[in-house]
C-alpha cells in the first residue's frame, strides 16, 4: 500500500486540518478471545452448522460401518518349579520360573512355529478369514448398514473371482504362512508384574470364532509343550542308551589290553608278588650296609695311619686297639714310672736308669711294629669292604635298570588303568541318568494348566459406539471451530471495524447497525432514524457528526466527500444521515448529490432536484439558492444535484463555503465512477464507508492507494451494516 509518510500542503482557503498526516500502516498481531469466537459463530453459523453436520454424520457411518470386533480371553497357570528331566546337569533338571522364564514362555508362545501348530490343528488355511488368497465369504454379523454398502461395492467393482484368486494362489505353504500371519495379528498375550500366569486375548469378527481361537491356542500351547518335552526326553534316552553300548564295547577292549600288556611285560597286579621288587630292596639294603661298613674301615683305617705317621710316638686311639698293644703299653707305661723314680733317686746317668731307657725304647719299637700291624689290617679290612660293596652295586645297578623298565610298562598299565575307570564313571553316570529318566513309563505331564477358558462374549469390544459418538462429536466441534476460523483466516471481506482501522490506520468514526431485514429500502431506515432520535442507528450517525466536529471542523474543514468501493455500501444512506444529525444539531449542512439516481440523498429526502441539477460546466459567479432544494419534511435539509463528470467541484465548494457549516459530497461508488478518485483533490477531507461482510480488505487498500496519490486526506472510515457495535 501507498502511503505518505509527512504532512499534507493543502491549497490556501480550504480550512485543511494541518496536523493530518500519512503513517506507515501498522500491522496488529490477530488473535481469537471468547468474543471474537462468538462472533465468528454468528458470522459463520453456516458453515459452522454445515461442517458439524458432515462430522457427524461421518461419525455415525463410521459407527455404523466399523467392522465388530469381538475378544475372547482364555489364561495358562505355569507351575512355579519347571521340570526338565533331560537336562544333564541336576541343577538345570528342576529351576524356578523367574521372570526371564516367563518373558521366554511369552515369546514362544507368540512364535511362528507354535503358530503353526495352532493353523494345522484349527484347519485355519481353509477359514477365509485368515487365508486371504480364498475368495471372502460374508459375515453373518455384518449390520444392515454394512451389507448394504458391501452389496453397492460388489455391484460397482463386481464379486470376487474364484478362478482368478486360484490362479493367485502359489502353493499350500504360501497359504499356510498367510494364514499364521493372520492369526498373530489376531491375538495378543500379556502378563502382570510377577504373576506366572498368561493371559490370551484373540480378537475376531465372530464371537464363537474367538473364543475357540483362544481356548484353541491355550490347549496346544500345553499339549505342544508337553509333546517336545517327551521328544527331548526320547532323545535323551536313545542317545544314553546308545552311549551307554558304545561305552561298554570301550571297556571290555581296555580290560582286554590291560591283560595282554600286563602279560607281556611281565607285570603284577600284586606288589607282594613282584619278587624281583623284593629282590631289589634286599639287595638295596644290604648295598646301603656295605657302604656303611666300608665308611668305618676307610676311617678307622685313616685315623690309624695318622696316628702311626705322627711324630707323638705314643700310639694311642680307637683305631689302633688289639690285646698285645694293649699290653706293651702297659709296659710302657710302668717303665716309664720306674726310670722316672730311678732318675729321681740316682740321676740320670744312673745304670739302673740307663737299663730302664733301653728297656723302654725297646717296648716303643715293639708298640710302633703292633701298631702297623694293625694299620695294615684296617688296610685289608678297608679294601674288601670296598670291593663287597662294589660288587653289591653292579648287582643293585642291573637290578634298576631292571626295574626301570618295568616301572615305565607299570606307568602305561596305570594309564589304561586310569582309562578303564574314567570310562566306567562314565558308563556308571550314563547308568545313573536312564534310571532317572524312566523312559518305560511314558507319562509327561506338562507344568502348566489351563486356569481360565475363553467366554464366548456378547458385546464388540471395538467399535465402542459411545466413544466413537463422543470422540466424534468433539472432533466435528473442533473440526467446525477450525473450519470456522480457517474461512476467518482466508475470508477478504471486511466485517469489524478494527479491521479497517487496522487496514487504514485510521479510526473508525461510526459503525452502523443493519437495519436492512427491517427496513426494505432506505427511506424507511431515514424516517425511522428521525422518529427514534435515541435508537443505535441515530446515535451511530450523531458519534459520525461529533467525529467530523472535533478532527476536521475545528480545523477549519467544511467539504467531506463520502466515498466506497463498491456499490451497496449504504454511502448515500451514512450521508444522509450524517447531514440530518448536523442539521438537528444546528449545523448548516448541504449535501451534493453526485449520483443522481433513483436512490440518492434527494430522492429518500423527497427533495427534486432534477430540474435544478447543475449539468453543464459552471463559468464565474454561480447563483447557488437556485440550485439548492429543500426536503419537504423536518429537518428540510438542503441538496445540490451535480453530473459526476463535471471537473469544477472546487469552484461549487468555494461558493457554499460562506453559506454552510458541512458541505457533504455524495460521491458515486468507485467501482462505478473512477472520477471519484480525483475529485478528492477538491475537498478538504474523505471518510470512506465500508459495508461489513460486503467490502473486502483488497478494495479498501486499492482505494486509499489511489486516494494517497491524490494526496487526499482520510479522516477514517464508517462501518456500515454492522451486526453489533466496537
Same mark, same amino acid.
Given at each position: 500500500?501507498?502511503?505518505?509518510?509527512?504532512?499534507?500542503?493543502?491549497?490556501?482557503?480550504?480550512?485543511?486540518?494541518?496536523?493530518?498526516?500519512?503513517?506507515?500502516?501498522?500491522?496488529?498481531?490477530?488473535?481469537?478471545?471468547?468474543?471474537?469466537?462468538?462472533?465468528?459463530?454468528?458470522?459463520?453459523?453456516?458453515?459452522?452448522?454445515?461442517?458439524?453436520?458432515?462430522?457427524?454424520?461421518?461419525?455415525?457411518?463410521?459407527?455404523?460401518?466399523?467392522?465388530?470386533?469381538?475378544?475372547?480371553?482364555?489364561?495358562?497357570?505355569?507351575?512355579?518349579?519347571?521340570?526338565?528331566?533331560?537336562?544333564?546337569?541336576?541343577?538345570?533338571?528342576?529351576?524356578?520360573?523367574?521372570?526371564?522364564?516367563?518373558?521366554?514362555?511369552?515369546?514362544?508362545?507368540?512364535?511362528?512355529?507354535?503358530?503353526?501348530?495352532?493353523?494345522?490343528?484349527?484347519?485355519?488355511? #481353509?477359514?477365509?478369514?485368515?487365508?486371504?488368497?480364498?475368495?471372502?465369504?460374508?459375515?453373518?454379523?455384518?449390520?444392515?448398514?454394512?451389507?448394504?454398502?458391501?452389496?453397492?461395492?460388489?455391484?460397482?467393482?463386481?464379486?470376487?473371482?474364484?478362478?482368478?484368486?486360484?490362479?493367485?494362489?502359489?502353493?499350500?505353504?504360501?497359504?499356510?504362512?498367510?494364514?499364521?500371519?493372520?492369526?498373530?495379528?489376531?491375538?495378543?498375550?500379556?502378563?502382570?508384574?510377577?504373576?506366572?500366569?498368561?493371559?490370551?486375548?484373540?480378537?475376531?469378527? #465372530?464371537?464363537?470364532?474367538?473364543?475357540?481361537?483362544?481356548?484353541?491356542?491355550?490347549?496346544?500351547?500345553?499339549?505342544?509343550?508337553?509333546?517336545?518335552?517327551?521328544?527331548?526326553?526320547?532323545?535323551?534316552?536313545?542317545?544314553?542308551?546308545?552311549?551307554?553300548?558304545?561305552?561298554?564295547?570301550?571297556?571290555?577292549?581296555?580290560?582286554?589290553?590291560?591283560?595282554?600288556?600286563?602279560?607281556?611285560?611281565?607285570?603284577?597286579?600284586?606288589?607282594?608278588?613282584?619278587?624281583?621288587?623284593?629282590?631289589?630292596?634286599?639287595?638295596?639294603?644290604?648295598?646301603?650296609?656295605?657302604?656303611?661298613?666300608?665308611?668305618?674301615?676307610?676311617?678307622?683305617?685313616?685315623?690309624?695311619?695318622?696316628?702311626?705317621?705322627?711324630?707323638?710316638?705314643?700310639?694311642?686311639?680307637?683305631?689302633?686297639?688289639?690285646?698285645?698293644?694293649?699290653?706293651?703299653?702297659?709296659?710302657?707305661?710302668?717303665?716309664?714310672?720306674?726310670?722316672?723314680?730311678?732318675?729321681?733317686?740316682?740321676?740320670?746317668?744312673?745304670?739302673?736308669?740307663?737299663?730302664?731307657?733301653?728297656?723302654?725304647?725297646?717296648?716303643?719299637?715293639?708298640?710302633?711294629?703292633?701298631?702297623?700291624?694293625?694299620?695294615?689290617?684296617?688296610?685289608?679290612?678297608?679294601?674288601?669292604?670296598?670291593?663287597?660293596?662294589?660288587?653289591?652295586?653292579?648287582?643293585? !645297578?642291573?637290578?634298576?635298570?631292571?626295574?626301570?623298565?618295568?616301572?615305565?610298562?607299570?606307568?602305561?598299565?596305570?594309564?589304561?588303568?586310569?582309562?578303564?575307570?574314567?570310562?566306567?564313571?562314565?558308563?556308571?553316570?550314563?547308568?545313573?541318568?536312564?534310571?532317572?529318566?524312566?523312559?518305560?513309563?511314558?507319562?509327561?505331564?506338562?507344568?502348566?494348566?489351563?486356569?481360565?477358558?475363553?467366554?464366548?462374549?456378547?458385546?464388540?469390544?471395538?467399535?465402542?459406539?459411545?466413544?466413537?459418538?463422543?470422540?466424534?462429536?468433539?472432533?466435528?466441534?473442533l473440526l467446525s471451530v477450525v473450519g470456522v476460523i480457517i474461512s476467518d483466516a482466508l475470508e477478504s471481506r471486511l466485517y469489524l471495524p478494527r479491521d479497517a482501522e487496522h487496514l487504514l490506520n485510521r479510526p473508525n468514526l461510526a459503525s452502523i447497525p443493519d437495519m436492512r431485514k427491517r427496513f426494505r429500502n432506505s427511506s424507511a431506515f431515514y424516517h425511522y432514524m428521525l422518529n427514534n432520535p435515541e435508537s443505535p442507528a441515530a446515535t451511530a450517525m450523531r458519534t459520525l457528526c461529533m467525529a467530523w466536529l472535533t478532527i476536521d471542523h475545528e480545523a477549519g474543514g467544511k467539504v467531506v466527500m463520502l466515498c466506497s468501493p463498491a456499490l451497496g455500501d449504504g454511502k448515500t444512506t451514512v450521508a444522509l444521515g450524517m447531514a440530518t444529525m448536523a442539521k438537528i444539531?444546528?449545523?448548516?449542512?448541504?449535501?451534493?448529490?453526485?449520483?443522481? !439516481?433513483?436512490?440518492?440523498?434527494?430522492?429518500?429526502?423527497?427533495?427534486?432536484?432534477?430540474?435544478?441539477?447543475?449539468?453543464?460546466?459552471?463559468?464565474?459567479?454561480?447563483?447557488?439558492?437556485?440550485?439548492?432544494?429543500?426536503?419537504?419534511?423536518?429537518?428540510?435539509?438542503?441538496?445540490?444535484?451535480?453530473?459526476?463528470?463535471?471537473?469544477?467541484?472546487?469552484?461549487?465548494?468555494?461558493?457554499?463555503?460562506?453559506?454552510?457549516?458541512?458541505?457533504?459530497?455524495?460521491?458515486?461508488?468507485?467501482?462505478e465512477n473512477e472520477g471519484v478518485i480525483w475529485l478528492a483533490s477538491h475537498v478538504d477531507s474523505v471518510i470512506l464507508v465500508c459495508s461489513s461482510g460486503g467490502t473486502t480488505d483488497r478494495q479498501l487498500a486499492n482505494v486509499q492507494q489511489r486516494l494517497s496519490l491524490n494526496h487526499a486526506v482520510i479522516l477514517g472510515s464508517v462501518m456500515n451494516y454492522c451486526d453489533r457495535s466496537e
Open positions: 500500500m501507498l502511503t505518505i509518510d509527512r504532512k499534507v500542503e493543502t491549497p490556501a482557503g480550504r480550512g485543511q486540518a494541518a496536523a493530518v498526516q500519512y503513517r506507515e500502516a501498522r500491522v496488529t498481531p490477530r488473535g481469537y478471545g471468547v468474543r471474537d469466537l462468538l462472533e465468528l459463530f454468528r458470522r459463520y453459523r453456516l458453515t459452522f452448522f454445515t461442517l458439524l453436520g458432515l462430522a457427524m454424520l461421518a461419525t455415525l457411518l463410521t459407527a455404523a460401518l466399523l467392522p465388530r470386533v469381538y475378544t475372547a480371553a482364555s489364561a495358562i497357570v505355569f507351575d512355579r518349579n519347571d521340570v526338565r528331566p533331560y537336562e544333564a546337569q541336576v541343577e538345570l533338571r528342576k529351576l524356578e520360573r523367574d521372570r526371564s522364564v516367563m518373558e521366554t514362555e511369552l515369546d514362544v508362545i507368540r512364535s511362528r512355529v507354535f503358530v503353526g501348530v495352532v493353523v494345522d490343528a484349527l484347519n485355519l488355511v #481353509n477359514d477365509p478369514d485368515f487365508n486371504t488368497y480364498l475368495p471372502k465369504v460374508r459375515s453373518e454379523h455384518e449390520t444392515f448398514l454394512q451389507a448394504f454398502f458391501a452389496n453397492i461395492s460388489e455391484f460397482i467393482f463386481g464379486g470376487p473371482d474364484t478362478r482368478i484368486q486360484k490362479e493367485r494362489i502359489i502353493s499350500e505353504n504360501v497359504q499356510r504362512n498367510r494364514a499364521m500371519s493372520m492369526l498373530l495379528s489376531s491375538y495378543t498375550v500379556t502378563r502382570t508384574g510377577e504373576s506366572l500366569a498368561l493371559t490370551i486375548r484373540v480378537e475376531q469378527s #465372530n464371537p464363537l470364532k474367538a473364543a475357540t481361537i483362544a481356548d484353541a491356542i491355550a490347549e496346544q500351547y500345553l499339549a505342544w509343550t508337553a509333546k517336545k518335552t517327551e521328544e527331548a526326553t526320547n532323545n535323551t534316552v536313545a542317545y544314553l542308551r546308545g552311549e551307554m553300548a558304545s561305552s561298554a564295547t570301550r571297556i571290555a577292549s581296555m580290560e582286554r589290553d590291560i591283560a595282554a600288556f600286563a602279560r607281556d611285560s611281565d607285570l603284577t597286579f600284586d606288589p607282594q608278588d613282584d619278587v624281583l621288587r623284593a629282590r631289589m630292596l634286599q639287595l638295596n639294603e644290604q648295598y646301603v650296609g656295605l657302604r656303611v661298613e666300608e665308611a668305618g674301615a676307610a676311617a678307622k683305617y685313616n685315623e690309624a695311619k695318622a696316628l702311626v705317621s705322627s711324630d707323638d710316638k705314643k700310639i694311642a686311639g680307637s683305631a689302633l686297639t688289639s690285646t698285645q698293644l694293649d699290653q706293651l703299653r702297659a709296659e710302657e707305661a710302668r717303665l716309664e714310672r720306674t726310670r722316672a723314680q730311678l732318675g729321681a733317686k740316682f740321676g740320670k746317668n744312673h745304670p739302673l736308669v740307663l737299663d730302664a731307657t733301653t728297656e723302654l725304647e725297646s717296648v716303643r719299637a715293639m708298640i710302633g711294629n703292633e701298631a702297623r700291624r694293625l694299620v695294615q689290617e684296617l688296610e685289608n679290612n678297608a679294601k674288601v669292604a670296598s670291593a663287597r660293596a662294589e660288587k653289591f652295586q653292579s648287582e643293585l !645297578s642291573a637290578l634298576q635298570d631292571k626295574v626301570q623298565g618295568r616301572n615305565l610298562a607299570e606307568i602305561r598299565r596305570r594309564e589304561l588303568a586310569r582309562d578303564l575307570q574314567s570310562e566306567q564313571a562314565v558308563y556308571d553316570q550314563i547308568v545313573l541318568r536312564l534310571g532317572a529318566l524312566n523312559p518305560e513309563r511314558g507319562e509327561y505331564k506338562p507344568t502348566a494348566r489351563i486356569a481360565s477358558y475363553a467366554e464366548v462374549p456378547t458385546k464388540p469390544t471395538f467399535p465402542n459406539n459411545t466413544m466413537v459418538i463422543v470422540a466424534g462429536s468433539i472432533g466435528a466441534m444539531d444546528g449545523l448548516r449542512p448541504i449535501v451534493i448529490d453526485l449520483d443522481m !439516481s433513483a436512490q440518492s440523498a434527494p430522492s429518500i429526502a423527497g427533495a427534486n432536484t432534477k430540474e435544478s441539477a447543475i449539468t453543464a460546466p459552471l463559468e464565474g459567479k454561480v447563483d447557488i439558492k437556485s440550485r439548492v432544494c429543500a426536503s419537504p419534511a423536518y429537518p428540510f435539509l438542503e441538496f445540490i444535484s451535480v453530473r459526476p463528470g463535471l471537473m469544477n467541484l472546487d469552484v461549487l465548494c468555494a461558493e457554499l463555503r460562506d453559506c454552510y457549516d458541512l458541505i457533504i459530497v455524495d460521491a458515486p461508488a468507485v467501482e
